[in-house]
């Protein structure tokens, strides 16, 4: 079994900078790849970015694209998402997650593990 723990949340001023660690342990943990989704109060989860876990190859939300940037650690099996110019419409719970198959890395159904979540507050 996967689990994984976020850390790296909070309160930011509009302009600032977080980053967002995902730690995974598990018997054996090599994933196709990894991502990140956030959820916004009364809306779906969404994708925010994705990292192949044994190659090069990242992938980004057009609404993040340029500003966030993810990256990983193979030895320490974690992923870090660095998040520079926040705004407002970023404030969410960010979630990251790894597939146990090879699918889609922009679906959230291609997904099977799931972190508990960390919450990000943007102000104005």
């Known amino acids: 079994q996967v689990q994984l723990v976020e850390s790296g949340g909070g309160l930011v001023q509009a302009g600032g900078s977080l980053r967002l660690s995902c730690a995974a342990s598990?018997?054996?943990?090599?994933?196709?790849?990894m991502g990140w989704f956030r959820q916004a109060p009364g809306k779906e989860r969404e994708f925010v970015a994705s990292?192949?876990?044994?190659?090069?190859?990242?992938y980004y939300a057009d609404s993040v694209k340029g500003r966030f940037t993810i990256s990983k650690d193979n030895a320490k099996n974690t992923v870090y998402l660095q998040m520079s110019s926040l705004k407002p419409e970023d404030t969410a719970v960010y979630y990251c997650?790894?597939?146990?198959?090879?699918?889609?890395?922009?679906?959230?159904?291609?997904?099977?593990?799931w972190g508990q979540g960390t919450q990000v507050t943007v102000s104005s």
């Open positions: 598990g018997r054996t943990f090599s994933p196709y790849f």
């Open positions: 997650a790894a597939p146990r198959a090879f699918g889609s890395v922009l679906h959230r159904a291609t997904y099977d593990y």
């Open positions: 990292i192949i876990w044994s190659g090069p190859g990242t």
